[in-house]
């Protein structure tokens, strides 16, 4: 399985870190995801996470998955996902643990098309739901996840402590 459809004028895949170009692709987006305020971690530069990209190409039950605008040429979203397991639903689950969208790309609907792309993923294969964490401050993320239909978010405020995380799921 390479491509997932999306409505969206978006193409999603499942990185391939044996590819120079989707590796590439991932150690760039994660070294400015890392850069961002929300992150507040610029010494996570490229070395760092092309280490990270060897780590997860070696560890199961790691799903990562890249995405760009139809149009565009270059890679501009990445979100990296876990597989866990639901006691209570007695199914496994996906747990996302990064998502970022480079600036150029936003507002065109790649941070929807890649979590939509991991919920069709997990329920063509019986998964039962998704979680997540967010940050407090990350307010864009938190529009989305809401957006999408992650429960958890509702009346949060945009005014919390610094360092606040917030944990969200959808039921697949």
Known sequence: MSDV???LDCDV????????EDRSAFVRLMAEFAAEPVS????????????????LANRAGTLVLLAARGESRDTEGVLIAFEGYSSFARAQLFNIHDVHVSPAGRG????????????????EHGFA???LEVA?????????????GFAG????????????????????
């Open 108 to 123: 065109f609907g790649l941070g929807t098309a890649m979590v939509e792309s991991l919920a069709e993923l997990g329920r």
């Open 40 to 55: 507040a971690s610029p010494q996570l530069g490229i070395a760092h996470f092309a280490a990270v990209a060897d780590d």
């Open 153 to 172: 978010l509702d009346g949060t405020s945009a005014e919390v402590p610094a360092g606040v995380t917030y944990f969200a799921t959808k039921k697949l």
């Open 129 to 131: 739901k998704i979680t």
């Open 13 to 20: 895949w499942i990185c391939d870190f044996a590819d120079a």
């Open 5 to 7: 459809e999306t409505e």
């Open 136 to 148: 407090a401050s990350n307010s864009g993320a938190i529009r989305l996840y809401r957006k999408l």
